[in-house]
T-cell receptor
Framework: AQKVTQAQTEISVVEKEDVTLDCVYE???????LFWYKQPPSGELVFLIR??????QNEISGRYSWNFQKSTSSFNFTITASQVVDSAVYFC???????????FGQGTELSVKP | GAVVSQHPSRVICKSGTSVKIECRSL??????MFWYRQFPKQSLMLMAT?????????EQGVEKDKFLINHASLTLSTLTVTSAHPEDSSFYIC??????????????????FGDGTRLSIL
C-alpha cells in the first residue's frame, strides 16, 4: 500500500534557524514521484518541488533544499535561515504510477517566530 | 503560469441547500481535475478524479449522488454538494493537471491547486 508519513505534527523555530521537515514514504512501485507543497494560512496549496524515483540528486532552491534517499525511503525538506513568511503547513505527497493520484502525508505545521 | 481559480472562496448557507463550487484553469487546459476535502488540522482527502468529457471516478466512501462533479470543458470542473448538512462543512479544494498530448508520464505533472472553498452549513 502507498503511504506517506510526516511524523512531525508541529515544529516551532525562531527566525533564522534552520529547520528540517521529515517525510517517509512506502510504495511497491519502482517508478514514482514525490512532491512537497506549502499551505499558508490563506489555504491555497503551493507547489514546491517534484522528484522522480530515479533521480536521487539533492536539490537546492534558494533557502530550500531537499534530500532524497531511496535507501531509507525518505524525502526530507530543509529550510535554511527560516523567516516568518515560511510559517505554513507543509505537505509531502507521493504520486501513484497509475493515474497519478497524490497521496498526502498528514502535514507538518511550521511556525517561525520573530 | 498554471493558475487555478476556485470560486466561491467562502459559502455559508442553511441546511438542505445545494452548493456549487467552480474550479477553473486560467492559463492551461486541464485534462484532469481533482477534488479534495480537508478538515481542520488534517490532511487532504481525495474525493474524486474527473477527466474532461467523462464521468468522475469517486474514491471509496464518497457518495457520488451527494457530491456531483461535472467536467464539461478543459478549463472548468464543478462540484455540487447536494442538500448540504452541517457534517458537510469543510474546506474543499480542487486541483488541475495538464497532460500534454503524447507526453508519457504526464500523470505525474504537478497538480496546481485552487485557493479552496470554505463551506459552512448552518
Amino acid at each position: 500500500a502507498q503511504k506517506v508519513t510526516q511524523a512531525q505534527t508541529e515544529i516551532s523555530v525562531v527566525e533564522k534557524e534552520d529547520v528540517t521537515l521529515d517525510c517517509v514514504y512506502e510504495t511497491r512501485d519502482t517508478t514514482y514521484y514525490l512532491f512537497w507543497y506549502k499551505q499558508p494560512p490563506s489555504g491555497e496549496l503551493v507547489f514546491l518541488i517534484r522528484r522522480n524515483s530515479f533521480d536521487e540528486q539533492n536539490e537546492i532552491s534558494g533557502r530550500y533544499s531537499w534530500n532524497f534517499q531511496k535507501s531509507t525511503s525518505s524525502f526530507n525538506f530543509t529550510i535554511t535561515a527560516s523567516q516568518v513568511v515560511d510559517s505554513a503547513v507543509y505537505f509531502c505527497a507521493l504520486s501513484e504510477v497509475s493515474g497519478g493520484k497524490l497521496i498526502f502525508g498528514q502535514g507538518t505545521e511550521l511556525s517561525v517566530k520573530p | 503560469g498554471a493558475v487555478v481559480s476556485q470560486h466561491p472562496s467562502r459559502v455559508i448557507c442553511k441546511s438542505g441547500t445545494s452548493v456549487k463550487i467552480e474550479c477553473r484553469s486560467l492559463d492551461f487546459q486541464a485534462t484532469t481535475m481533482f477534488w479534495y476535502r480537508q478538515f481542520p488540522k488534517q490532511s487532504l482527502m481525495l474525493m474524486a478524479t474527473s477527466n474532461e468529457g467523462s464521468k468522475a471516478t469517486y474514491e471509496q466512501g464518497v457518495e457520488k449522488d451527494k457530491f456531483l462533479i461535472n467536467h464539461a470543458s478543459l478549463t472548468l470542473s464543478t462540484l455540487t454538494v447536494t442538500s448540504a448538512h452541517p457534517e458537510d462543512s469543510s474546506f474543499y479544494i480542487c486541483s488541475a493537471r495538464d497532460l500534454p498530448p503524447g507526453w508519457v508520464g504526464g500523470e505525474h505533472q504537478p497538480q496546481h491547486f485552487g485557493d479552496g472553498t470554505r463551506l459552512s452549513i448552518l
